[in-house]
């Protein structure tokens, strides 16, 4: 079974720099598709950024531009370089994984989460 561990979150000033880390572990058939979503108080949990197994990547509106997702297959590890942060920025971030199991079958992995604070 996949296990993802983030790290990297922290307090920031507006206009800093964050840099994200999100590590799998344990085994599988294949990992797809790799991303960050975040969450704020109150809202829903929407996609920040999304990679493909293939480097392939899609962002969130909000945040083109500014962040940048990344993927070392090797490490089987993804990052979101987060700049120019905004106090809008402030949520939960959740790295999340498409998995193929040993066994065929498809799932979607979360990881625990880390927290982002940016202050105005």
């Known amino acids: 079974q996949v296990q993802l561990v983030e790290s990297g979150g922290g307090l920031v000033q507006a206009g800093g720099s964050l840099r994200l880390s999100c590590a799998a572990s344990g085994i599988a058939f294949s990992i797809n598709v790799m991303g960050w979503y975040r969450q704020a108080p109150g809202k829903q949990r929407e996609l920040v950024a999304g990679?493909?197994?293939?480097?392939?990547?899609n962002y969130a509106d909000s945040v083109k531009g500014r962040f940048t997702i990344s993927r070392d297959n090797a490490k089987m590890t993804i990052y979101l370089q987060m700049n120019k942060l905004k106090p809008e920025d402030t949520a939960v971030y959740y790295c999340?994984?498409?998995?193929?199991?040993?066994?065929?079958?498809?799932?979607?992995?979360w990881g625990q989460g880390t927290q982002v604070t940016v202050s105005s």
């Open positions: 990679i493909t197994s293939g480097g392939s990547t």
């Open positions: 999340n994984a498409d998995v193929i199991a040993l066994n065929g079958r498809p799932s979607q992995i």
